[in-house]
């Protein structure tokens, strides 16, 4: 079974600094990789979707990259801002439709 | 309304319960997806539809679950004789036909407490 890790579960930066969220999974039979967003008490914002031919995609300060054969992601946010505080989770989509979500990481940045 | 849409947003249920949580997906998304989400957990899929025909429920945790969409549209998940464990977030999301490339489009989930 596809097992989705993400690395770190909570980050606290100040305001202005990039920063990157990893994503990692076990098998590289993929065919997509989704970033989203999700604030407390909503459902999930769809950032950025990698296509697994795909090595990046960009959606202004956002900036997501897959490696599949390593089984990895990441997911660049520059210029952080305060509005940025959410959990951003990552999921990939394996055979069937069947996708597999990460636990997520907990963003906090401080005015 | 534009988006995906749950309801009810919140359902407190007592335990040995039936509940019933609707989902309206994006018109004309031809996929829809359910997931349970646990406190500080991501999505754990539960089933999956194309149109009115339920392709893939293998993430459904026992036989008292249940989840329709009888016109391909409007879709019901049904927990029968509710219990603890149930207590979770149910997120319901849609796509257009070609998954592959469209991601998917959530609601803002069911908190379902069961007493």
């Known amino acids: 079974k596809q097992e989705v890790t993400q690395i770190p579960a909570a980050l606290s930066v100040p305001e202005g600094e990039n920063l990157v969220l990893n994503c990692s999974f076990t098998?590289?039979?993929?065919?997509?990789l989704q970033w989203f967003r999700q604030d407390p008490g909503k459902g999930l914002t769809s950032l950025l979707l990698?296509?697994?031919?795909?090595r990046e995609q960009t959606s202004g300060r956002l900036n997501a990259s897959l490696d599949k054969s390593s089984g990895r992601s990441t997911l660049y946010i520059a210029a952080s801002q305060p509005g940025d505080s959410a959990t951003y989770l990552c999921a990939v989509r394996g055979n069937f439709n069947k996708f597999y979500f990460g636990s997520g990481t907990k963003l906090n940045v401080k005015p | 309304g534009a988006g995906v849409s749950q309801s009810p947003r919140y359902k407190v249920a007592k335990r040995g319960q039936d509940v019933a949580l609707r989902c309206d997906p994006i018109s004309g998304h031809v996929s829809l997806f359910w997931y349970q989400q646990a406190l500080g957990q991501g999505p754990e899929f539960l089933t999956y539809f194309q149109n009115e025909a339920q392709l893939d429920k293998s993430g459904l945790p026992s036989d008292r679950f249940f989840a329709e969409r009888p016109e391909g549209s409007v879709s019901t998940l049904k927990i029968q004789r509710t219990q603890q464990e149930d207590s979770a977030v149910y997120l319901c999301?849609?796509?257009?036909?070609?998954?592959?490339?469209?991601?998917?489009?959530f609601g803002d989930g069911t908190r379902l407490s069961i007493l």
């Open positions: 990698i296509q697994s031919s795909q």
């Open positions: 098998d590289s039979a993929i065919y997509n």
């Open positions: 999301a849609s796509s257009s036909q070609d998954t592959s490339n469209q991601p998917q489009h």
